[in-house]
């Protein structure tokens, strides 16, 4: 993975604001760490058996220092030299020192430098490649000192802990911005999904919508062209609006767990004088939860073709949150009276009692109707997300009055 490989498109980023934060660090640790090696081995070199060669292993350090502040892509390979340079450079303090200095518990000649080869590593591969380089560098120690000291083994650990804590902070940058780039993604194809919904409504839409009405007006034989165009007029509107096809009916949503997307099914319900409007995001619930909403939906529309008079149009809205769901079924017709409400059960006619508050009831739900003679309807459907009816129990509706807030027809 390189620093300065191709940048993304969409965040402009070639990596995660840290890990360049990272790299830049570590430009500047390495020489700093080389010259401080340079400088405690020149405290001791008068000690050493073989000064020579901790001059060779930190020209050697210092070389490569200075080169990755010029060359600037940063891959495994070139983290696999870096901790190379310090193994050598801690096997070949068995060269430079004396044994009974080795075994005193005296620095290696790379000292803190192989620190850093740890540290690139978990920037460069994330905690993985973090951990393994941690892990050569300690067997490296143990090698080298023979018999471990306190020193030795508190120093093994917070390499560990370098490599680890670093690469998991890598790891997490990373998954931030690669999720980023999915948000950005979706973004575009919303962008992408609303300009070509303003495309199709304004023509295609528009079109179709006027074929079918055209249609039912003049019948006969143009009253089966008016059914094709209202059925492919509610296929392209789902489409655009990013619902899908309603006739999926079985969706693995949560976790293979086969549920509904009620979006699906009541966008199936839409029609020149009948708009529905979902949530952007899936509304995943139990199969009989969903029909059974559904089928309450379509009641209560169908109360709108029979009682809110010519030319009345509804609009169904779908609100979905963590604790449940609330679909709102609005028209306006010419309305009614509460008293006609009231009075609807007694009639016989039981579409409100039995086809609406029955099943959302049944559920676990409630019901209310807001309606005045000339202003419309409005129906609200409140149903928890944990609601799970038994239909093979449910008692028939009874044919009284509702109790609670006033019906429509």
């Not at 590593?121 to 490296?140: D, M, N, P, Y």
């Amino acid at each position: 993975m390189g620093v300065l490989g191709p940048s993304s498109v969409r965040s402009g980023r070639r990596e995660p604001v840290v890990v360049e934060s990272f790299h830049r660090g570590l430009d500047v640790f390495r020489p700093l760490a080389a010259l401080y090696a340079a400088w405690l081995a020149w405290q001791r070199h008068e000690t050493m058996v073989r000064p020579w060669v901790a001059a060779v292993v930190i020209a050697v350090m210092l070389v490569w220092s200075l080169a990755l502040l010029a060359y600037r892509r940063r891959s495994v390979r070139l983290v696999v030299v870096e901790v190379s340079i310090a193994v050598v450079g801690i096997f070949a303090t068995m060269l430079a020192e004396t044994p009974e200095a080795i075994a005193a518990g005296q620095f290696t000649i790379p000292t803190i430098w192989a620190a850093g080869s740890v540290a690139g590593g978990a920037v460069v591969a994330g905690a993985r490649g973090g951990l393994i380089a941690a892990g050569v560098i300690a067997v490296a120690d143990l090698i080298e000192v023979g018999t471990p000291t306190q020193a030795t083994v508190h120093n093994i650990v917070l390499l560990f802990l370098l490599g680890g804590l670093v690469g998991l902070a890598v790891d997490l940058a990373r998954t931030g911005l690669e999720r980023e780039e999915q948000v950005l993604l979706e973004r575009e194809r919303l962008h992408e999904r609303e300009r070509i919904a303003r495309v199709v409504h304004d023509g295609v839409l528009q079109s179709l919508a006027y074929i079918h009405r055209r249609g039912d007006e003049i019948g006969g034989p143009a009253a089966e062209l008016s059914v094709i165009a209202a059925e492919q007029e509610r296929s392209l509107r789902r489409f655009v609006s990013g619902t899908g096809a309603p006739d999926v009916a079985d969706v693995d949503l949560r976790g293979g767990d086969v549920e509904l997307d009620l979006r699906r099914l009541l966008t199936a319900h839409e029609r020149p004088d009948v708009s529905v409007s979902v949530p952007a995001d899936p509304v995943a619930l139990d199969p009989l939860v969903a029909r059974e909403v559904d089928a309450a939906v379509a009641a209560a529309l169908d109360n709108v073709d029979r009682h809110a008079g010519p030319g009345a149009r509804a609009w169904v809205l779908l609100e979905g949150g963590s604790g449940g769901l609330e679909v709102t079924i609005r028209d306006d017709g010419v309305g009614a009276e509460p008293a006609d409400l009231l009075g609807a059960a007694d009639r016989g006619r039981l579409g409100v009692s039995s086809s609406i508050r029955g099943r959302i009831e049944d559920l676990g739900g409630s019901v209310t109707w807001t309606t005045r003679p000339g202003g419309g309807c409005v129906v609200r459907m409140t149903v928890p997300r944990a609601a799970s009816p038994d239909t093979a129990g449910r008692t028939p509706p009874r044919a009284t009055a509702p109790q609670s807030t006033p019906e429509r027809r």
